[in-house]
């Protein structure tokens, strides 16, 4: 995958998760986590979700998300989606 790809990625989600939790992008670290640094409850993890899962037109399941911690774990499954063509 290349650099420019994966910065693509990484720039969709700190968009949507900015705009699902309303804090600024630059304050969006990779290491940042969801529900504990960000606060982020059920149903804004969720739409979150649902405007990845729509933008990049993949399924996450609900095992995929209780996987998912940090603002790197969602970009780097999504990436790994992308490059193996899962849908």
């Known amino acids: 995958m290349t650099s420019k ?14 705009s ?4 600024p992008e630059k304050k969006l ?8 640094d960000l ?6 993890l969720y739409e979150f979700v649902i405007e990845l899962e729509e933008h990049f037109e993949l399924q996450i ?4 998300i209780d996987r998912i911690h940090t603002v790197d774990d ?10 193996a063509g899962k849908t």
């Open 20 to 23: 699902v939790i309303g804090t």
């Open 74 to 83: 969602i970009i780097n499954e999504i990436e790994r989606r992308l490059e």
């Open 39 to 44: 606060g982020m409850d059920s149903l804004a």
């Open 61 to 64: 399941s609900d095992e995929d």
């Open 29 to 36: 670290t990779g290491e940042a986590q969801l529900i504990l």
């Open 5 to 18: 790809h994966s910065e693509s990625v990484g720039q969709i989600v700190r968009e949507a998760l900015a």
